[in-house]
């Protein structure tokens, strides 16, 4: 079956060689980023150990380079940058209801279960 | 992007008057599925960070634990999965690429690059597949337990075993017989079952041998968990120097089983609590399997494209659809690079 529903749409996609160019441009400079931050990172996870004083300082740089790179593969790979605003927001925004409601209760608890654990011990 | 709705009549769209957000039926479906996925991983790595934060023991450091090369050995740290990410970051990038070479219509070039992607796809499986043999089988001298009761990974350069010499019978060796196959799965197996005692090591076939080893150097032992004479605290959790040799061999010698834990299985593992080696064979077992099927559906829609299935259909969405899925795999790799091999 021909699924013409589809084409229309679809068909705004297409762009021109000069565009090409320019997007290609664009997607090597954030390979090169991400490639830096990988490097970056394992570097830092070599070099600096758990006991380290400077590692809850490190910790947070892995978390907030980790961020960084979902954020540039989302927005420019998956070109959710490129889309309408509010597709970005159907997208994004119940994930980090979801998920940070569900980051909270799961440290919560946690803390809750190691003090009962610890006392216990 | 930039809608054309004038031109449409409601049999064309989706339904209504109008397509949501201006994107095709297939496109949003993705990325609803994409977002339920998303959903799956954040909680399996929320529950593994739930059970880290509530896990009274020592948990194990990701430079620690995964510090081997393919041909160069151990003490590399993190150097390997390092690489595993290039290269899933290189072929999201070839997937990119695809998607581009498709909006311009290009088919040369989306074939091009999307068997880059599939050969980058089978590479990072491979890897995986490297990684969890090395994780099964763990290091070459394990986790201890101290006569004290605590627990210490051991860590040195190990000596390279020569020859097992028979001195005993057993059921199919004779005396003299010299076994040189498989020296170091027997040393492992007797060794965590309590068969080997100084030099001699007893094998499966009830046979006795002497054990051709060269010296170990360099031991030093890392405690992990607190008996009553050795600690796990920061200051003095390393032991090195002859305190280390003694402590290991007479665990390695005590002939009790267990007192050696090598690699990892659904059981027990030498890097830390038992519900570590679970979380990571399902996180980043779960994790391959998407990367598996990722590649089988690249295969799927690079034969299509081969075949002129899309430029027939004057539009390559089918190439953009997989690639979101691709571009999903690596982004949830970067988090489970981040929870589990660096922090």
């Known amino acids: 079956m021909e699924r013409d529903d589809l084409i229309e749409y679809s068909l705004d996609a297409h762009h021109s060689e000069e565009k090409g160019v320019e997007i290609r441009k664009k997607i090597y400079k954030v390979t090169i980023l991400l490639t830096l931050v990988t490097i970056i990172e394992v570097v830092l996870g070599a070099v600096i150990k758990q006991d380290a004083s400077i590692w809850p300082l490190v910790k947070w740089t892995f978390l907030a380079l980790t961020i960084l790179k979902a954020g540039y593969i989302v927005m420019v790979f998956m070109h959710l940058g490129d889309e309408r605003k509010w597709l970005r927001y159907v997208i994004l925004v119940p994930y980090f209801i979801f998920i940070l409601y569900l980051i909270f209760i799961a440290l919560w608890e946690a803390t809750a279960i190691k003090s009962v654990l610890n006392f216990f011990s | ?343």
């Open chain 2, 1 to 343: 992007m930039a809608g054309h709705t004038a031109a449409l009549d409601s049999k064309t769209l989706w339904g209504g008057k109008i397509s949501p957000f201006s994107t095709s039926y297939g496109k949003l479906m993705m990325w609803f599925f994409l977002v339920s996925d998303a959903l799956t991983f954040g909680g399996l790595l929320i529950a593994y960070g739930f059970t880290r934060h509530d896990c009274l023991e020592a948990w194990p450091i990701g430079e620690e634990t995964f510090n081997s090369m393919p041909f160069l050995g151990h003490g590399y740290p993190l150097l390997y999965v390092a690489l595993m990410t290039f290269i899933l970051i290189i072929s999201s990038v070839t997937m990119v690429l695809a998607v581009e070479a498709g909006h311009r219509m290009d088919r040369k070039g989306v074939t091009k690059w999307m068997i880059a992607t599939i050969i980058g796809g089978f590479f990072f499986v491979g890897s995986q597949g490297w990684e969890w043999y090395h994780f099964i089988h763990g290091s070459e001298f394990g986790k201890i337990e101290l006569a004290d009761g605590s627990v210490a990974l051991v860590r040195g350069h190990f000596g390279e075993i020569k020859n097992f010499t028979v001195t005993k019978p057993g059921k199919h060796h004779k005396i003299g017989d010299v076994i040189k196959e498989d020296l170091m799965h027997t040393f492992q197996h007797a060794a965590a079952a309590g068969h080997i005692t100084n030099g001699v090591i007893t094998l499966h076939d009830g046979s006795e041998a002497t054990i051709s080893k060269a010296t170990d150097h360099d031991l030093k032992l890392i405690v992990k968990k607190s008996g009553k004479v050795n600690k796990a605290s920061k200051a003095k959790r390393e032991i090195t120097g002859a305190k280390a040799e003694k402590l290991y061999y007479e665990a390695l010698y005590s002939g009790e089983a267990n007192r050696v834990i090598y690699g990892a299985n659904l059981k027990q593992n030498e890097y830390g609590p038992q519900q570590y080696a679970q979380f990571f064979f399902f996180i980043t077992g779960f994790h391959g399997f998407h990367v598996f099927s990722g590649v089988v559906i690249n295969i799927i829609i690079c034969l299509g494209v081969v075949a002129g299935t899309y430029h027939k259909r004057g539009h390559y969405e089918m190439v953009e659809k997989t690639g979101l899925y691709w571009h999903f795999v690596d982004l949830v790799w970067v988090f489970v690079f981040t929870f589990f091999y660096l922090l």
